[in-house]
């Protein structure tokens, strides 16, 4: 991680509390390349916002999977989904949380939307795979755009690919 070059935005939210790392045999490591879940977005989420899981504990979640949020993430999503932060998915006509999946860079943008300032412009998007931003997650993207927390790679966003943990702590970083 010394020489990652997410390392500055890692340590500061590390320092912030924000995200604590994975612990492995080695000992605690941040695992920048690794893809995060919902679930682990969401308490990352609420920490940046500065808020307390704890405060959440009696907040009732309707997702049809809740038996399969690992009880560490549990107040990261109660408190995004009761600010309306978190929404889920329709699965079968069922809501779902899908805590413990990876996150697409177009879901943690649209999370990331909802919680960033308002009034950013909306940039027209040019990359060459804008046409792949789902129309759910257009506005958002725009404004991140706009805002510059969003820039790319090699004039592309990868909207659906898995976002990892380095580029969520840049964009946290990058909306402070």
């Known amino acids: 991680m010394t020489t990652h070059w997410a390392r500055a935005y890692t340590t500061y939210l ?6 604590n790392g994975v612990e492995t045999t080695e000992g605690l490591q941040f695992q920048p390349e690794k893809n995060i879940t919902r679930g682990e977005f969401a308490l990352m989420v609420t920490r940046w916002m500065g808020l307390n899981p704890d ?3 009696g907040v009732e979640l309707p997702f049809a999977d809740l038996a399969s949020i690992p009880s560490w993430m549990l107040g990261g999503m ?6 309306g ?7 079968g006509g069922q809501l779902v949380s899908r805590a413990t999946e990876t996150i697409s860079r177009a879901e943690a943008m649209t999370i990331l939307g909802r919680i960033q300032p308002k009034g950013y412009p909306l940039a027209a998007l040019t990359f060459n795979d804008a046409a792949s931003v789902a129309g759910w997650a257009q506005s958002h993207v725009q404004s991140l755009v706009g805002q510059g927390v969003i820039s ?7 909207p659906n690919d898995p976002v990892k943990r380095s580029e969520v702590a840049k964009m946290l970083y990058a909306i402070l």
């Open 14 to 19: 590390y320092d912030m509390g924000v995200t």
């Open 55 to 57: 405060d959440y504990a």
């Open 78 to 83: 109660k408190a995004t989904y009761s600010l």
């Open 85 to 91: 932060i978190l929404k889920g998915s329709l699965e």
């Open 152 to 158: 790319g790679y090699d004039n592309q966003l990868r």
